[in-house]
């Protein structure tokens, strides 16, 4: 399962790192056969109206909700953008307050007012669905080549009797833009593909103004800020879940947590399928109109030396309605290092985390083995390990 997930929430560009042979060790069965094989859409499966999916969506250890009463259900955190940049002193720093107890204590939160216009939005849900309506042939054009993320998919197959995930994704690299996939952005039909353009833009900025407002609540110093993430890189991931005659049984996405430091997920459609785990719980995180859900990723929480949490999420199914989201992983740029940042390390506070260069992070993500829950506890730096 972990192999999968690893795979599903690097959302990164590693192969233009020059890491193509460890991507396509992900991707090796375990006899060792080469098997990037193209895996159905799930779109097309869903179209055959079948009263049961085939085998290799059924899993049989899907964690279920462990609250009977959805009313009892604590609420994930809402967080107004425009009042953490307030002038108003006082509603800036409750606002800071907000921001700091929801990604110490929940990793995730919305956010309102974020500034990017509706229509700009209303834009992109509306091009999201065009572009999972496209024809297949057309589809075909932008489908994964053999060794690359990017383009239509679902995921790297990597094993025959690997169990699948009820989702079709479109992933793309957008920033900087000298690193996007030659032969998939630049066939990404018109007018969406200026859309996307304008609102990679634009959720880039919120996730800077999010990361400037957590940097001065946990007290992490501009120039850390600046030295660790320099431009930032970023990449989208749209995810088409079709209606599913089996919800109970498949899964839209795998527990997981992101790799990267910042996602900022548009729920395109009303309808429910994300859960967070909160004290061990899966919690729903509704749709709310106008809204972004944002969490933190793994990368997150090692810059912050742990103060905030990437917390385990996953995306769930139902038998009626597709859903539609679009995540957008903010993260640091390929020439910087992920560790704790330098300003919030001290002798009260050791480092929790090892430092290590960009790739070298990331190719660690893809070869990591063995059923070991998350990536970044091997970066944990063990007790014993501190000297003072
Ligand atoms: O569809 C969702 O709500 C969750 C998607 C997600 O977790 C991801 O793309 O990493
Ligand atoms: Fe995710």
């Given at each position: 399962m972990y192999s999968t997930d690893r795979c599903v929430c690097v959302h990164i560009y590693?192969?233009?790192m020059g890491l193509e042979e460890e991507i396509k060790v992900s991707m090796e069965a375990e006899d060792g056969s080469k098997k990037a094989t193209r895996v159905a859409s799930v779109k097309e499966v869903a179209k055959e109206a079948l009263s049961r999916v085939p085998d290799r969506y059924i899993h049989a250890d899907i964690d279920p909700l462990v609250c009977n009463s959805p009313s009892l259900l604590p609420q994930v955190p809402v967080i107004d953008l425009s009042s953490l940049f307030s002038g108003d002193h006082h509603v800036k720093e409750t606002e800071l307050r907000k921001l700091h107890v929801a990604s110490?204590?929940?990793?995730?939160?919305?956010?309102?007012n974020h500034g990017v216009r509706g229509e700009l939005v209303d834009k992109m849900k509306k091009g999201v669905r065009e572009l999972f309506d496209l024809p297949m042939e057309e589809k075909d054009k932008l489908w994964q080549r053999e060794g690359e993320m990017e383009g239509f998919g679902q995921m790297f197959e990597a094993s025959e009797n690997q169990k699948l995930n009820w989702v079709d994704v479109f992933y793309v690299i957008t920033l900087p833009s000298h690193l996007r996939n030659s032969h998939i952005f630049p066939?990404?039909?018109?007018?969406?593909?200026e859309d996307l353009e304008e609102y990679s833009a634009e959720v880039r900025g919120v996730a800077r103004k999010i990361l400037e407002g957590m940097a001065e609540v946990v007290g992490m110093k501009k120039e850390d800020v600046k030295e660790l993430f320099g431009e930032g890189t970023q990449a989208m991931r749209?995810?088409?879940y079709p209606p599913c005659p089996q919800p109970e049984d498949v899964i839209g996405i795998n527990a997981h947590t992101d790799g990267t430091a910042l996602t900022v997920l548009l729920q395109v459609s009303d309808v429910e399928g994300l859960q967070i785990k909160h004290d061990g719980v899966w919690v729903p995180v509704p749709p709310l109109p106008h809204a972004f859900v944002v969490n933190i990723g793994d990368v997150l929480q090692i810059i912050t030396n742990g103060e905030y949490?990437?917390?385990?999420?996953?995306?769930?199914?139902?038998?009626?309605?597709e859903r539609?989201?679009?995540?957008?992983?903010?993260?640091?740029?390929?020439?910087g290092h992920i560790g704790p940042a330098p300003s919030l390390v001290g002798p009260e506070k050791p480092a929790q985390f090892k430092t290590l260069s960009v790739p070298d992070y990331y190719k660690g993500f893809i070869s990591k083995e063995g059923p070991i829950k998350s990536y970044i506890d091997l970066l944990r730096i063990q007790n014993e390990d501190i000297t003072h």
């Open positions: 590693i192969y233009k110490h204590q929940w990793g995730f939160f919305q956010v309102i066939n990404i039909p018109m007018p969406f593909k749209i995810n088409y949490k990437s917390v385990e999420h996953r995306a769930t199914v139902n038998s009626k309605m539609i989201s679009i995540a957008t992983f903010y993260g640091p740029g390929r020439e």
